[in-house]
């Protein structure tokens, strides 16, 4: 039975990253909800403060910074919370739509045609969608690398020995 948990943990860290450019999934939420499922239903014992309190750390830490990132690289450059509504919706669509790099394309071209929609220059609109977009790709990488550290401290304290 543990070999069917463990699948289902993997599965959660691994869709987890694709929840990092899809944002209808809770990337660092399933993180989350592989430790717990192994907390739970594999060893209850296992998982000590070390992997608690990283996993606690890196979670407000992507919470917070991610929302701080777009807004601080959108206000920047100019953008509006227009810019931002339409980076979101953008992604939806591309999603939707245009996969996988609808997720990439979409949102740029969105945040631009709302600056123009306001009447700012086609240079301003494309400084802000192309901030939008460093803002999306950074933040990615950023949680990407934030939730390996948060998956290599649980399987250390779940693959490692006993202290």
């Known amino acids: 039975m543990n070999v069917l948990w463990w699948i289902v943990i993997a599965l959660c860290f691994g869709v987890s990253f694709i929840g990092l450019v ?16 192994y907390h739970l239903l594999v060893d209850p014992l296992a998982l000590t403060w070390t992997t608690w309190g990283t996993m606690l750390f890196f979670t407000g830490v992507i919470l917070i910074t991610d929302q701080l990132a777009n807004a601080y690289l959108v206000k920047r450059y ?19 739509f245009f996969p996988p790099f609808g997720i990439i394309v979409a949102p740029f071209l969105f945040v631009f045609g709302a600056e123009v929609l306001q009447n700012r220059t086609p240079e301003a ?5 192309f901030a939008t977009l460093i803002a ?10 934030m939730q390996l550290i948060m998956i290599g401290v649980f399987l250390a304290d779940a693959l490692g020995p006993a202290v």
């Open 78 to 96: 100019g953008g509006t919370k227009w810019s931002m509504l339409a980076s979101i919706v953008g992604v939806f669509v591309g999603l939707i």
């Open 136 to 145: 999306f790709l950074g933040s990615a990488f950023a949680k990407a690398m």
């Open 22 to 37: 899809v944002p209808v999934l809770p990337a660092v939420g399933l993180v989350w909800l592989g430790v717990a499922i």
């Open 125 to 129: 609109s494309m400084k802000v969608a």
